[in-house]
């Protein structure tokens, strides 16, 4: 299932796999720098994925013959897979945490609006080429592109938004917009 709903993200991770070893041969000291657990994290999710579909393909005929599983059999397959390929499956990082002040103990279910900043695009080097691309895969546990806001409105070419009671002040420029609109997309609490 994972291969169906997350393909865009396994191809992104292989390609990923294939620049930073292309990346790793041309500047290898600048290539180690950039390495991270979170990055290896997918790559081994990448790889046993492509081995178990191999593995199954080899072995399809004593999987079908086998006809003893029980429920306890499934319940530890369904926690390794969940395990195994937590990076492949979540769409954030585990450890995010932005603007505490807003996000703090918001009660189950509850919402909250996410204001999306500009970016940057422009990659001129093969760093940053290779950085943007590791951004795409890799979540990261602070993202200086999003805000979280209570409320909002805009002023003449500037927004306005409140955040824990606290007036902020950005200028339109600055903020990412959708049909003419500032991006204000909703996040929903943990």
């Known amino acids: 299932m994972t291969v169906i709903f997350r393909a865009s993200l396994l191809v992104k991770t292989g390609m990923l796999l294939i620049s930073y070893l292309t990346f790793l041969a041309t500047d290898f000291n600048k290539a180690i720098a950039q390495f991270s657990f979170d990055m290896a994290d997918y790559f081994c999710s990448l790889f046993m994925l492509i081995a178990i579909f191999i593995v199954l393909v ?35 990082n585990y450890d995010f945490q932005k603007d505490l002040s807003v996000t703090q103990l918001l009660p189950p279910f509850s919402s909250i609006k996410v204001l999306h900043l500009k970016t940057n695009t422009e990659a001129n080097g093969r760093l940053e080429k290779f950085l943007s691309q590791k951004n795409e895969v890799v979540k990261t546990s602070f993202d200086e592109e999003i805000i979280f806001i209570d409320s909002f409105k805009i002023a003449d070419s500037s927004l306005l938004f409140f955040q824990n009671g606290m007036k902020n002040i950005f200028p339109i420029s600055s903020v990412e917009l959708k049909y003419g609109k500032p991006n204000i997309t909703t996040s929903f609490g943990k």
């Not at 072995?59 to 429920?71: G, H, I, L, M, P």
């Open 58 to 92: 080899y072995k399809r005929k004593k999987v079908v013959q086998t006809q003893n599983f029980s429920f306890s059999y499934y319940a530890a397959v369904v926690i390794l897979y969940v395990f195994l390929f937590a990076p492949l499956i979540t769409n954030t």
